[in-house]
């Protein structure tokens, strides 16, 4: 993804600018060697630190180690080493291709204008074919807690079970639901059984995470070390809570109103617009989205909401990583 703003009396400037960088990119053996070392320090860093950790292990045990979206960070780190400026040209031919182009614009100028200067930018770039998508692999190891020990004050928990892909036709109803559920405000479930009447987490949060080749619904949480067992059997329950007694009227017409309420702040401002429409282009949302997106969420009702999370939500199915300074002695089972 390619990002970046400019005045309307440079508009033709930049995107000579921009032609350049996708059809003769340089990278020069200096500037390689810069951004490599960079990228490697970041990369040396995340492997002492409990996000990063908690994500590689998931991505590991969950996705598992042939999925694309898994690739360790000694992998990628002996990668890196070996990148040439030739293998990153290489890429670019086949990637950025006018098959594989979405643009997006934001700004004061007329579509006739967009049009003539975009076709004049874009169009020298080869037809190309589009890039192939790997099939989506399922989820495995679930209901299992892997734990990692770290040296850190407090023990980092992720949690983990299957979602719903973007186009099912129950999303807005399961977005909901998380919401109520573990939507990290005080007005969530889990906010409120673990944060605030517990008092064992600065914060509790849950919510849908939706990709070409993994939906899931994931949660993170962080807690003193004595507390993993009870925090993890608040988690555990407040799931099977939502599913046998499901979400009441209130908390759905709060949410609502919230979710509908807020939708405004996205196009508060050109950067806003533009990665909103960018991500609801990249997922293939039907152009007219803008207009409909809200319509879908005040109609919904308890019974719909009630009904995906009974269908979608099961504790059995959830997946605990755990990193810290382990109390819980938990083994992959």
Known sequence: MIAFRTVKENLKDALDLIQVMLTAPRFAEEDMRRVKEQITASLQQSLHMPQPTARETLQKNVYGENHPYY???KNRLEILSSLTGDQLRDYMKKAFTQSNLKIIVCGEVSQDEVVKEMESTFMVLPKGELLSKPAPLPLQNL?????????IPQTLIYFIQPGIPRMDPDLYALFVGMRILGSGEFESRLWQEIREKRGLAYFCSADIATSDLANIIIGATATKTESV???I????EEWKKIIDKGVTQEELDFHKKNITGSYPLSFGSTLNIVGTLASYRNDDFPIDYIKTRNSNF???????VNKVLRRVLNPDLLTFIIVGRLALKAETK
């Open 298 to 304: 005040s109609k919904l009702t308890v019974e719909d």
């Open 233 to 236: 059997g608040l988690i555990k």
């Open 229 to 231: 067992e009870e925090v």
């Open 143 to 151: 209901g299992k807690t892997y734990p990692v020990s770290m040296d």
């Open 71 to 73: 690739k360790s960070t």
